[in-house]
């Protein structure tokens, strides 16, 4: 099973990119706002808010960790964000890719890979009076090998 990290490359883009995402949402774009936009939607892979703060403090020092968590907050009220909790390492991470996709949890690493929207089949036999809002599909397992993971065959 080949897994990788991105289902599309991320946007490397101007601040004024990630302006347009939060405006398109309906939130105020302020410079804090703008900077954490810019990292979580379009450069890092399923960060923590600790990383988040962590890439903040290099780059832009002074925006408090409750900014980051608020932003956080919202980018997810509004769909822009996936928050998905890992209890198995007490971390909670984001995903900017909000499509359906699978998951790869690497048990040892404590780390979340994407999965190609293909690589998982879900079949589902409920009962009629239930409706189904969503599915997540996380895969736990081991990595064989050191190193990042393999790219798209």
């Avoid at 990630?18 to 954490?36: D, H």
């Avoid at 399923?46 to 907050?73: C, M, Q």
């Avoid at 980018?75 to 984001?94: D, H, M, N, S, T």
Wanted: overall charge negative; charged content about 25%.
């Amino acid at each position: 099973m080949e897994v990788y990290t991105e289902i599309e490359p991320p946007m490397r883009s101007l601040p004024e990119e990630a302006e347009r995402k939060l405006l398109s949402a309906g939130i105020q774009a302020t410079p804090q706002r703008i900077a954490i936009c810019r990292y979580v939607l379009e450069e890092a892979d399923h960060p923590t808010a600790e990383e988040i703060k962590s890439w903040v403090d290099r780059n832009f020092p002074g925006i408090s960790l409750a900014t980051v968590y608020n932003t956080l907050k919202m980018l997810v009220r509004c769909g822009l964000l996936r928050e998905l909790k890992l209890a198995e390492c007490g971390k909670v991470i984001y995903d900017a890719n909000v499509t359906p996709h699978p998951h790869f949890f690497d048990e040892v690493a404590c780390l979340l890979f994407d999965l190609p929207p293909d690589a998982v089949g879900v079949r589902l036999g409920l009962e009629p009076d239930l409706e189904v809002t969503g599915v997540e599909v996380i895969v736990r397992g081991r990595r064989r090998r050191a190193g990042p993971p393999a790219g798209p065959a």
